[in-house]
């Protein structure tokens, strides 16, 4: 066996940044570790702090080394060692300054914002280049750009990556509307920079939800998932905002105009319908989140941010309701009154009597037809139709709870 001695300070900061240990190959590294756990054993054991000491050490035939014993000890007189102390010593490695945590975290989120921001005029460049000029790292920007975004992430990425290049670009004034409630629209926007306020009932008289929606969010997902028909949202630009416009037919020739892509599959109804009979406190985030992905294309999701559908799928609960029953009626009621759950249909039809605003603004009374992958608030008048014995499969949320989760990320913008 081979024998040295190793002169060191009993701390493993000064250690580590003098470097005192000589080049014993590769047992450099196991000395290092076996002095400092000496160390950490004497001062633990003693309750003291040590000034010096010098450590012996020998080398076996198998290459395990082996601290043998210690001499020329001495001791602070300071008192021993703290657990600040020690993270403090270590953090100093090499001369650097303690960092404060608050400025670090400062630091790291204005990294990330100056990060996101140069990714965000990446893409603002990109887009105002005519699609034929657009190289390979221009179509990167875009991807990166809406990588993240809930409504393209659920496509494959070859798919996402045809989509960004045919992407187009709008400058939006503050205070000017993207599109009115009633109009057909035939392109999907995606906010690249600004804040865009998204009136999501605009004609129904006595609940509107309404959600501001910032950077990297999509709205108008009806013109893809429902062609053809009137918007039933109407957005304001609440300041300056560059938007990302992906037409129809780019999805028509990447996708295909027949997909299915938009509607809950039997398999996702049946997930939802298991993972939301449970109380909200036996979900884990994977349930949850399966129930987003398979409940993000109904009416009532889009148009909102990932986790504000993260929020409403933690508290929604799955209710069945047989034909012809009257699932809500407040008919009696003030007019005033606010809807204490919203109905999001995914079996059979429900038809819905509320009072809503005509074309003119005035107030009438409207009747709607509720399928499949369409939601309704429980004011007016629901009952079950549809072809008889057919039951009516609803996901219910709770006004509260919706309010709740748009609270929270209010609070987080």
Known sequence: SVGDQVDGRATAAWLLKKQVLANFGGNRG???????????????????????????FVIDTCDEAWIVGCSLISIQEAPPPTVEDFVRD????????????????????????????????????????????RREEHVQALFSQTRDNAFLSSLPAAFHLQLCRQMEHRFLSAGLEVYFSGEEQSFVFIIVSGIVRVMLEPNRQNYCRAVDLTGGDAFAQQAITRPFTPMTSQPLALTDAH???????????????????????????????????????????????????????????????????????KKASYRTFPHGTVVFDDTLMSEDALPSFFLLVLTGQLSWEYTGVSASGDREEKKEEI??????????????????????ECIVVNREDWERANGEEAEEE
């Not at 400092?36 to 004497?42: E, G, S």
């Not at 090499?94 to 975290?105: F, H, I, L, S, T």
């Not at 079950?384 to 057919?390: H, L, P, R, T």
């Open 90 to 133: 270590m953090s100093n490695v090499g001369g650097r300054a303690v960092p404060d945590p608050q400025e670090k975290e400062r630091e790291e989120t204005l990294k990330a914002l100056r990060r996101q921001e140069s990714v965000a005029q990446a893409c603002i460049t990109a887009l105002q280049l005519p699609v034929e000029r």
């Open 243 to 313: 938007l990302i416009c992906l037409p129809r037919r780019a999805f028509d020739q990447v996708i295909g105009p027949l997909s299915n892509r938009w509607r809950m599959s039997r398999t996702q109804k049946e997930r939802c319908k298991k993972v939301l009979s449970w109380n909200p406190s036996e979900r884990t985030e994977g349930d949850v989140q399966q129930v987003v992905n398979a409940a993000r294309h109904l009416a009532f999701m889009q148009d909102l941010p990932s986790h504000t559908q993260n929020a409403i799928c």
């Open 30 to 56: 196991q000395l290092e570790s076996l002095t400092l756990r000496t160390v950490r054993y004497i001062e633990r054991s003693r309750g003291v702090k040590l000034a010096s000491f010098r450590g012996h």
């Open 371 to 392: 399928e499949a992958g369409g939601y309704c608030s429980a004011s007016g008048k629901g009952v079950v139709v549809g072809n008889a014995g057919e039951d009516c």
